[in-house]
């Protein structure tokens, strides 16, 4: 039996609760990863995971070996490229934040791959909370502060935010000038799809964060759909400067506010805690942090 090959049977099996999408994610028969984790099991002496026909959850003693097998899995895999200088490889799965994604990471991949090229990248698109171990994914690309507990984070940006509206709304309405004049103004309200509430207008003013809250008709999920709004004249609102820095130029947008503008957005490279980071994680990570440090953008930091 090959036992480092059970490990990592036992593993994905542990981590989809599921036969199927294991084998799936390894490109087995799932019929192989019974026979593989049947044998497995009577080696060891114990049983690993209770089957159903509706689930698969792990037992006492398969919730106390599934955490030594990541670490070991990992840990032979950093030996393996250490003392063999072969390049990381295998299926690395990211879920990127979309406009991050567009913008940023999609335009250098082809740096990573011909970079890695023995790396398989499966890459997904959301701005809502994901289940890492249940999804199978192995790290996340999001920007905002941090709140969950169960993630580890790595900062790899922090981007400049800016106040704006487009000019027919502000003939309309007329450009504020001070944080009271926002009381006879309207807004596009964002509503966060992790929080499912409506995210804050917030301004630094001598050096303290103030939040002030702007009525408004429309409240829109996604971030196309919130500039979009703003451009049709809809309201005013806050985003990442790469956003609006084009229709700026070309006088689509106008900026506002400018002496106290909103404090700047993280971006980080969120991975479970419990889980060693593999080298292929690792070198993502640290080629996403060469990617924003790279960027051209002037609200980079």
Excluded at 106 to 112: C, D, E
């Amino acid at each position: 039996m090959d036992q480092v090959k059970a490990m990592r049977v036992f593993v994905r099996i542990y981590e989809r609760s599921s036969f199927t999408q294991a084998a799936d994610d390894l490109n087995l028969p799932r019929a192989t990863l019974t026979h593989t984790l049947n044998q497995f099991e009577a080696w060891l002496g114990t049983r690993l995971l209770e089957r159903s026909t509706r689930r698969v959850r792990p037992t006492l003693d398969g919730e106390a070996y599934y955490l030594r097998c990541v670490q070991l899995l990992a840990e032979l895999e950093e030996a393996e490229l250490a003392f063999r200088s072969v390049a990381p490889k295998g299926r690395l799965r990211v879920d990127l934040h979309g406009t991050l994604g567009k913008y940023f990471v999609v335009p250098a991949l082809p740096q990573f791959m011909a970079r890695y090229p023995e790396i398989e990248l499966s890459i997904s698109e959301a701005d809502r909370f994901v289940d890492l171990i249940a999804e199978g994914v192995d790290c996340v690309l999001r920007a905002g502060n941090l709140g969950d507990s169960a993630l580890i984070g790595r900062r790899v940006a922090t981007l400049r935010q800016v106040t704006c509206a487009s000019p027919a709304y502000l003939r309309k309405y007329g450009e504020p000038k001070t944080l009271a004049d926002l009381r006879e103004h309207r807004a596009v309200n964002y509503i966060s799809r992790v929080t499912n509430k409506l995210c804050p207008f917030e301004f630094m003013v001598d050096g303290q964060l103030q939040e002030v809250p702007i009525e408004g008709a429309l409240s829109v999920f996604g971030a196309e759909i919130y500039s979009a709004s703003a451009v049709a004249g809809l309201g005013i609102i806050q985003c990442p400067h790469y956003r609006m820095a084009d229709l700026i130029t070309q006088g689509v947008m106008q900026e506002i506010l400018t002496d106290m503008p909103p404090p700047p957005m993280p971006v980080s490279v969120l991975y479970p805690h419990n889980r060693h980071m593999s080298p292929r994680v690792r070198v993502f990570v640290d080629w996403l942090a060469e990617v924003f440090a790279e960027a051209s953008e002037p609200g980079l930091s």
